[in-house]
């Protein structure tokens, strides 16, 4: 199995930026597409963004188009979510997700059931 760590949550103003790492265990790092999914207390988890396993295509979802951006490296087993221009509505734990299908498209990158791995979360709070 693969295992995900996520970090870089923390407090920060509005308007203010953080980026977020997913560390990700084994060497099969760049079978897998990534995704970065979000939820706050009594919401559903909701999508954010997901990358492709070499990178080349990403996925946002419209509430963070032109605001956030996925990137990996598959040299360090890394998956980041640079987060800028955040707004309150963005507070919410946030989850990083591993998909090892083969096959890649844009509805399954958007829903929560193709992935196979999930990480703990954390903690993302923009104060207002």
């Known amino acids: 199995q693969v295992q995900l760590v996520e970090s870089g949550g923390g407090l920060v103003q509005a308007g203010g930026s953080l980026r977020l790492s997913c560390a990700a265990s084994?060497?099969?790092?760049?079978?897998?597409?990534m995704g970065w999914f979000r939820q706050a207390p009594g919401k559903e988890r909701e999508f954010v963004s997901a990358?492709?396993?070499?990178?080349?295509?990403?996925y946002y979802a419209d509430s963070v188009k032109g605001r956030f951006t996925i990137s990996r490296d598959n040299a360090k087993n890394m998956v980041y979510l640079q987060m800028n221009s955040l707004k309150p509505e963005d507070t919410a734990v946030y989850f990083c997700?591993?998909?090892?299908?083969?096959?890649?498209?844009?509805?399954?990158?958007?829903?929560?059931?193709?992935?196979?791995?999930w990480g703990q979360g954390t903690q993302v709070t923009v104060s207002s």
């Open positions: 997700a591993a998909d090892k299908a083969p096959i890649a498209s844009m509805s399954r990158s958007l829903s929560r059931a193709s992935y196979d791995y």
């Open positions: 084994g060497r099969t790092f760049s079978n897998y597409r």
């Open positions: 990358i492709s396993r070499v990178g080349g295509t990403t």
